[in-house]
């Protein structure tokens, strides 16, 4: 028996032959009268809304008539009635009323009567959203943790959920498996949506935060998120004991012992070459393909030759999930850039064929590939394998992107190549371009590329001379660098160890600050039109928004040509995405004309001051820095960052100097002023007898370097004539650098010799 029981308090029948549910009641302060006295909401079927505020009665008496506050009939179904903050700016009680096709916010007030019958009741519509589905029930809440606001959650007959922000409408989501409408709430708790679905299964949905959705070009999508997995263990306690202090130095020892034994015989990266456990080696067949492979070539040419390149994978021990990566750089390609293998016994080899072709319309900055084998190699201590890696290098022929062509006299840009040894014969340094039958003291050679242009190498028949000409400075780079390696192979093959190459003419800064401006305008373009992407793309969407709110409309008004406005606008979404993706193509080429521009200042830099190999790479790491560049980390700020930090280090005329800092953030500069500034006052301290280093002691002796007589550098515009030391070749400042271009340091009857064939 129980000692409790329903005891009644306050009761009324509501109207006569009125259809109720679960969702038609509702208690809340609905008024806002501040005493947090809760009334009675209850709507019916047959569309009348009711508010009561009950106070207790004798048994017998009637329900007195001040209990009813308001009762009105709103002609439409009342599904279901809740009561929240439902009106932005505010955070005051509402009403929210559900029919089937529509839901009704409304505002409850009440005003002090003047007579016996008491105050006054009344509500007002403060927005209602017209439903494209019928409606169920509806639940709401602090959706995804908002302050201050309640958002409500329809749920449709059809099964869709839809969400409105207070007084726009959010999204829609479909419930999985669905087939006849179930109970609906939310738990601010969890923060989840909890209904019953077909099956009588609970089931709990959760639009969660922080979560990244990716869909890869073969249709894997994902869900994922960034952090780590909560650890879900816990160390137990452990029984509090004395130290046994012996005990712990003989377990030390021990360890001591096995990570020393360990240390040595598991090491990751070889030693040597000798002991390395895989051997990649790559082998370029000396002709062309007899037939090409070139594949989607964007090149112009009747025919894109392309090279084989053989590559075997030796290994000596057991080497698990073997991995073949083959990289060149563009614009050139390979056949195929990725093998993947079985696993390799001991003593076995793999050996696998590819070709590489020229494919994008331009020359190339480098003529070097690269193998990189990643495998695993199983231990005693670690069977799953410990990483590594294993590498070579291939140089590609200069036949690959040009073949020989008749020499042009005239050119726009040449350089003159100084050696300490008589000429030699293209005949013997160039085979691949000269015909055998041809006479032995051919001194003239014609290079023409793929990609149009054409390169002219002639070798001084009165003096130790080499020039290379060329209408485009970036096209004399590899012609450049081909005649200085052959010429070196050629002395070393004939035992001379003293054959050394000097440039003395004009770093010809002039035309490569030219080559700069092109590329860093076509990054000024690519960023306009990313702002003009972007602006067309709000405009396209607020278009749309427009036009789904008149197309969703009971009543649509006249589009008003936004039909017309819409498809205009989506053609200027495509006209500039068409532009910026061939300004990106454009920028690409520019980008490869400028590396082949800075590899060939870097040589004539390395070769009129006479700099070391540690120097090179120096000048190496501080004008190519990237393998490619992007709007957010491009060639120029970053170049300008390295020359700055050398000009403020080691190339520093005073102390004063090296205390500045440099900025700690890289942007895209506005102009290439300061840029060219730099590498023209670069050029002139190395030409006053500045050094390259890293360390900072020789920074700081940089002082006592300086030649005698030399005067510090000014840091104006209009700087002096340096005379270059050892030579009577002048650098032009950089105020006359926009008026002079590069000169042949040949005088005119050596010149007019070197260009007779």
């Not at 935060?209 to 998120?225: A, E, F, P, R």
């Not at 020989?404 to 005949?427: L, M, R």
């Not at 403020?648 to 290439?672: F, N, Y």
Request: proline share 5%; net charge negative; with cysteine.
């Amino acid at each position: 028996m129980s000692l409790f029981k329903a005891r009644d308090w306050w009761s009324t029948i509501l109207g006569e032959k009125e259809e109720f549910d679960l969702g038609c009641l509702c208690v809340a302060d609905v008024d806002n009268s501040g005493s947090g006295q809760d009334k009675i909401i209850v709507g019916s079927y047959m569309g009348y809304l009711r508010i009561f505020n009950p106070h207790p009665v004798k048994p017998g008496d009637e329900v007195q008539p001040e209990d009813l506050l308001l009762e009105v009939q709103l002609r439409e179904p009342i599904l279901q009635v809740e009561v929240g903050k439902f009106v932005s700016g505010t955070e005051g009680l509402h009403l929210a009323v559900l029919h089937c096709r529509k839901l009704c916010v409304y505002a409850v007030s009440g005003t002090l009567g003047n007579v016996e019958h008491g105050n006054q009741y009344q509500i007002k519509l403060m927005y209602e959203h017209n439903l494209q589905r019928t409606a169920c029930n509806m639940t709401y809440g602090p959706f995804g943790g908002v302050k201050g606001r309640d958002l409500i959650c329809i749920q449709s007959m059809d099964g869709m959920l839809m969400l409105f922000e207070q007084e726009s409408y959010a999204f829609g989501r479909f419930l999985p498996g669905f087939l006849l409408p179930g109970p609906l709430t939310y738990s601010s708790r969890t923060d989840s949506f909890i209904t019953v679905s077909s099956c009588r299964q609970v089931e709990s949905y959760k639009d969660l935060k922080g979560v990244i959705v990716t869909l890869s070009d073969d249709g894997h999508l994902q869900c994922s998120y960034l952090g780590t997995d909560p650890s879900l263990f816990q160390a137990p306690k452990v029984d509090s004991r004395e130290i046994n202090y012996e005990e712990l130095d003989a377990e030390m020892k021990k360890l001591q012992k096995i990570i020393k034994e360990a240390t040595k015989t598991q090491d990751i990266l070889p030693k040597s070459e000798k002991h390395r456990d895989v051997i990649v080696t790559a082998e370029v067949s000396p002709d062309l393909d007899a037939e090409s492979q070139a594949i989607d070539s964007e090149v112009k040419a009747e025919s894109v030759p392309s090279v084989t390149v053989k590559i075997t994978i030796q290994s000596r021990v057991t080497a698990q999930k073997p991995n073949l990566a083959v990289c060149v750089q563009a614009p050139l390609a390979v056949t195929c850039d990725q093998f993947v293998f079985d696993d390799l016994e001991p003593d076995s080899s793999e050996t696998v064929m590819l070709s590489v072709f020229l494919k994008g319309n331009c020359s190339p900055s480098e003529l070097e590939g690269n193998c990189l084998v990643s495998y695993n190699r199983p231990t005693e201590l670690n069977p799953e394998g410990i990483p590594k890696v294993a590498e070579c290098n291939f140089s590609l022929p200069l036949r690959l992107i040009c073949f020989p062509a008749q020499p042009s006299k005239a050119a726009n840009h040449k350089i003159t190549i100084d050696t300490n040894k008589p000429p030699i014969s293209f005949v013997t340094i160039f085979p691949d371009f000269v015909d055998p039958s041809e006479d032995d003291q051919t001194n003239v050679l014609g290079f023409q590329f793929l990609t149009g242009s054409k390169t002219t190498l002639l070798a001084s028949k009165t003096s130790q001379r080499y020039r290379i000409q060329s209408d485009q400075l970036e096209d004399l780079w590899l012609i450049t660098k081909q005649l200085k390696l052959r010429l070196e192979e050629h002395f070393k093959k004939q035992n001379c160890k003293d054959f050394a190459c000097t440039f003395s003419g004009s770093i010809p800064l002039q035309e490569y600050f030219e080559l700069i401006d092109q590329h860093f305008e076509l990054r000024l373009n690519a960023e306009k039109f990313r702002e003009l992407l972007s602006e067309r793309a709000v405009q396209f969407r607020a278009i749309e928004r427009r036009l789904l709110t008149r197309f969703k409309d009971k009543t649509p008004a006249p589009l008003q040509h936004l039909d017309t406005l819409l498809e205009g606008t989506f053609r200027e979404v495509i006209a500039l995405a068409d532009a910026a993706e061939e300004n990106q193509a454009n920028m690409f080429q520019a980008f490869t004309k400028l590396k082949s521009a800075t590899h060939l200042v870097i040589m004539l830099i390395s070769l009129w001051q006479k700099l070391s190999a540690d120097q090179v790479a120096i000048l190496e790491a501080t004008f190519l820095p990237l393998a490619e560049d992007t709007q957010e980390l491009g060639w120029e700020e970053t170049v300008d960052a390295a020359i700055s930090y050398l000009l403020r280090t080691c190339l520093s005329k005073s102390s004063k100097e090296q205390a500045l800092t440099l900025g700690s953030q890289l942007c895209m500069p506005k102009d290439t002023s300061r840029l060219k500034k730099n590498i023209t006052l670069f050029c002139d301290r190395l030409a006053k007898g500045g050094r390259l280093s890293l360390s900072t002691e020789s920074a700081t002796q940089q002082a006592v370097v300086m030649p005698g007589g030399c005067t510090t550098i000014p840091e104006s515009d209009l700087e002096e004539r340096t005379v270059i030391p050892g030579s009577t070749a002048m650098l032009p400042s950089h105020g006359q650098m926009a008026k002079q271009k590069s000169k042949p340091a040949l005088s005119e009857d050596a010149a007019e010799e070197a260009e007779k064939p």
